[in-house]
């Protein structure tokens, strides 16, 4: 084994030495600490403001104790969390600069080997994120997903059935009592959201890339072989270190592919696309929004878990999770990747089962055949536009019809209730101004709810188009991401109430029926539309974030640094 990282600390005589050292021992630690064993970092994601996080503590302990059995030690560190549930305006903001933080911290301490703990949606790719940037042995383990929900005898979901109930609500079909009684019942365990929403799509994006030990994607939180796979994951890192094992031998473009095949197979989130390209971006590996459209063509939806389908993450994983669905796939997928624990795809998954075909259908019987997140084309969207067909109203994605144009959230919260508002059931709804730079983070307003004067009338899907993200756990017949965004001068906006748009899902097509002229007169007269803020974080990524198509990273981010830091701070 050659010389760790941690040595250049703690491997000196001199006065740095003793200052790594010494400052240490203030904790309890014995000289032989130092010896040259593997330093490990666990990466904690934990707060109490991250709710689907707060049991990360625990998962840390599990780690600890495997590193120590493997000869290792291990120093847990928090970094920025970011949870769904309460910050503002979007956590979506804050992801670039949590990787700054997880970077930054990596690189400037005495660590050989990261195992990230994260578990909430943007703590995922935050983390990964940033240890992409640093490239050290590092290993996964997410803090999986809460118990199914129960309520009068049904189960119900993170979010999905919240999109539902409120929808509900709002046209009269449910009292404000109905709706308060299953707020006990949504969130009745640690975890994340037990939907097959953004955090459950990148635990499985983790292991299908490789980066968290077989098996472990679907582990509920409270279940103890999840705290079994976080004292495992200790040990293994110990070994990664030892070997030399980095992200870069792991994250080659044959495992960001075969992410994006199982993402098609699991009816993932839409948000997997931003943080896939972002974390392959630091990992300078070329990936486009296109590679999603074609390696998702022909992929077939096999996980029956809503917001898509009908179950939840409970049952999901005693389904048979990741592996059956990979096992599955193994025609489709490149079989020499490797996971964290030194074996190839094939090694891992060639033997793994399916319990329930309920759950986990058949290659044979397919939820749908063709279900990947789409990417679409057009004069609307020139640089590209995504939809999740397994999550639409099948009738709605061929459909062409009047626009209803609300220039900015401000104006649709005001006018959406409205009784006379002018807007049609054929009408394509449009949202201008939720794009990265224009809102500014890009929050999950793609879904936004339907006029109150439809739903009264029983309407439940519209077409809803805009620069803005969705929740993973949101359905609908929804066209998100829209690029360029229309605070930037997207064609986005120029749309006008009563313009043709066109939505072609056979064609892949988004197109505004409106002359090039009358275009470019609605141009001439067009001014840029960024928020106002002078100072902050706020103002580095208003100045700094690429468009959706290429993964919302902060341009000066995208990149290696490594490990490497030439100056002493004594
Ligand atoms: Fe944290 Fe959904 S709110 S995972
Ligand atoms: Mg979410």
Same mark, same amino acid.
């Given at each position: 084994?050659?010389?760790?990282?941690?040595?250049?600390w703690?491997?000196?005589?001199?006065?740095?030495?003793?200052?790594?050292?010494?400052?240490?021992?203030?904790?309890?630690?014995?000289?032989?600490?130092?010896?040259?064993?593997?330093?490990?970092?666990?990466?904690?994601?934990?707060?109490?403001?991250?709710?689907?996080?707060?049991?990360?503590?625990?998962?840390?302990?599990?780690?600890?104790?495997?590193?120590?059995?493997?000869?290792?030690?291990?120093?847990?560190?928090?970094?920025?969390?970011?949870g769904?549930?309460l910050? +503002?305006p %979007?956590?979506?903001?804050?992801?670039?600069l949590?990787?700054?933080?997880?970077?930054?911290?990596?690189?400037?301490?005495?660590?050989?080997?990261?195992?990230?703990?994260?578990?909430?949606?943007?703590?995922?790719?935050?983390?990964?994120?940033?240890?992409?940037?640093?490239?050290?042995?590092?290993?996964?383990?997410?803090?999986?997903?809460?118990?199914?929900? +129960?309520?009068?005898?049904?189960?119900?979901?993170?979010?999905?059935?919240?999109?539902?109930?409120?929808?509900?609500?709002?046209?009269g079909?449910i %009292?404000?009592?109905?709706?308060?009684?299953?707020?006990?019942?949504?969130?009745?365990?640690?975890?994340?959201?037990?939907?097959?929403?953004?955090?459950?799509?990148?635990?499985?994006?983790?292991?299908?890339?490789?980066?968290?030990l077989?098996?472990?994607?679907?582990?509920?939180?409270?279940?103890?072989?999840?705290?079994?796979?976080?004292?495992?994951?200790?040990?293994?890192?110990?070994?990664?270190?030892?070997?030399?094992y +980095?992200?870069?031998?792991?994250?080659?473009?044959?495992?960001?592919e075969?992410?994006?095949?199982?993402?098609?197979?699991?009816?993932?989130?839409?948000?997997?696309i931003?943080?896939?390209?972002a974390?392959?971006?630091?990992?300078e590996?070329?990936?486009? !929004?296109?590679?999603?459209?074609?390696?998702?063509?022909?992929?077939?939806?096999?996980?029956?878990?809503?917001?898509?389908?009908?179950?939840?993450?409970?049952?999901?994983?005693?389904?048979?999770?990741?592996?059956?669905?990979?096992?599955?796939?193994?025609?489709?997928?490149?079989?020499?990747t490797?996971?964290?624990?030194?074996?190839?795809?094939?090694?891992?998954y060639?033997?793994?089962?399916?319990?329930?075909?309920?759950?986990?259908?058949?290659?044979? +019987?397919? !939820?749908?055949?063709?279900?990947?997140?789409?990417?679409?084309?057009?004069?609307?969207?020139?640089?590209?536009?995504?939809?999740?067909?397994?999550?639409?109203?099948?009738?709605? !994605?061929?459909?062409?019809?009047?626009?209803?144009?609300?220039?900015?959230i401000?104006?649709?919260?005001?006018?959406?209730?409205?009784?006379?508002?002018?807007?049609?059931?054929?009408?394509?709804?449009?949202?201008?101004?939720?794009?990265?730079?224009?809102?500014?983070?890009m929050?999950?307003?793609?879904?936004?709810?339907?006029?109150?004067?439809?739903?009264k009338?029983? &309407?439940?899907?519209?077409i809803?188009?805009?620069?803005?993200?969705?929740s993973?756990?949101?359905?609908?017949?929804? &066209?998100?991401?829209?690029?360029?965004?229309?605070?930037v001068?997207?064609?986005?906006?120029?749309?006008?109430?009563?313009?043709?748009?066109?939505?072609?899902?056979?064609r892949?097509?988004?197109?505004?029926?409106?002359?090039?002229?009358?275009?470019?007169?609605?141009?001439?007269?067009?001014?840029?539309?960024?928020?106002?803020?002078?100072r902050?974080y706020?103002n580095?990524?208003?100045? %700094?974030?690429?468009?959706?198509?290429?993964?919302?990273?902060?341009?000066?981010?995208?990149?290696?640094?490594g490990?490497?830091?030439?100056?002493?701070?004594?």
């Amino acid at each position: 084994m050659k010389q760790l990282r941690s040595q250049e600390w703690f491997g000196r005589k001199d006065k740095s030495g003793f200052i790594a050292r010494s400052w240490l021992k203030n904790q309890g630690l014995p000289n032989d600490a130092f010896d040259g064993r593997p330093v490990i970092g666990i990466c904690n994601t934990w707060s109490e403001l991250t709710p689907c996080n707060a049991h990360l503590r625990d998962l840390a302990e599990q780690v600890k104790m495997g590193v120590l059995e493997a000869g290792g030690i291990a120093f847990e560190f928090p970094v920025m969390s970011l949870g769904e549930a309460l910050m +503002k305006p %979007t956590t979506m903001l804050f992801r670039n600069l949590a990787s700054m933080d997880v970077e930054e911290s990596i690189r400037g301490n005495p660590i050989d080997g990261v195992v990230i703990l994260a578990n909430c949606d943007k703590t995922t790719p935050a983390c990964l994120m940033g240890a992409a940037s640093v490239n050290l042995p590092t290993l996964v383990v997410s803090g999986g997903p809460m118990l199914n929900g +129960k309520h009068h005898g049904k189960d119900i979901g993170s979010g999905t059935d919240l999109w539902k109930f409120s929808e509900d609500l709002r046209a009269g079909i449910i %009292t404000q009592s109905q709706f308060d009684q299953s707020e006990n019942d949504m969130s009745r365990s640690p975890g994340a959201c037990n939907t097959m929403g953004t955090a459950s799509t990148l635990a499985c994006m983790v292991e299908a890339l490789g980066l968290s030990l077989p098996g472990s994607a679907a582990i509920p939180a409270v279940d103890a072989n999840r705290r079994r796979v976080s004292r495992l994951s200790g040990r293994r890192i110990v070994e990664m270190v030892k070997q030399d094992y +980095k992200l870069s031998d792991i994250l080659i473009r044959q495992a960001f592919e075969n992410a994006i095949i199982v993402n098609a197979a699991i009816g993932g989130s839409t948000n997997f696309i931003l943080h896939l390209l972002a974390i392959a971006g630091r990992m300078e590996i070329p990936l486009t !929004l296109d590679d999603f459209d074609h390696l998702s063509q022909n992929i077939p939806l096999l996980v029956n878990l809503k917001p898509s389908g009908q179950y939840l993450m409970e049952d999901f994983y005693y389904a048979g999770g990741v592996p059956a669905v990979i096992n599955q796939l193994l025609d489709k997928l490149h079989l020499d990747t490797r996971n964290v624990n030194g074996l190839t795809l094939s090694e891992n998954y060639s033997r793994s089962e399916t319990y329930n075909p309920q759950v986990i259908t058949p290659r044979s +019987k397919p !939820l749908q055949e063709n279900a990947g997140t789409m990417v679409l084309r057009g004069n609307l969207c020139p640089d590209g536009a995504i939809i999740k067909p397994s999550a639409a109203t099948f009738q709605l !994605l061929n459909h062409k019809a009047r626009a209803f144009v609300f220039e900015n959230i401000e104006e649709y919260n005001h006018r959406i209730n409205d009784p006379d508002l002018p807007v049609a059931e054929n009408d394509i709804l449009v949202l201008k101004g939720a794009g990265p730079r224009g809102y500014p983070g890009m929050p999950e307003v793609g879904n936004f709810g339907l006029p109150l004067k439809l739903l009264k009338r029983g &309407v439940r899907d519209m077409i809803r188009i805009s620069d803005g993200r969705m929740s993973g756990t949101a359905f609908g017949t929804i &066209v998100l991401h829209v690029s360029p965004e229309s605070s930037v001068g997207g064609p986005l906006a120029l749309v006008q109430t009563g313009d043709i748009i066109e939505l072609s899902c056979e064609r892949r097509e988004l197109t505004l029926h409106v002359s090039e002229e009358e275009l470019l007169r609605r141009r001439a007269q067009w001014q840029p539309d960024l928020p106002d803020y002078p100072r902050g974080y706020a103002n580095l990524y208003i100045r %700094t974030v690429q468009q959706a198509n290429l993964g919302a990273d902060l341009d000066f981010l995208i990149g290696q640094s490594g490990t490497d830091i030439k100056r002493e701070p004594h």
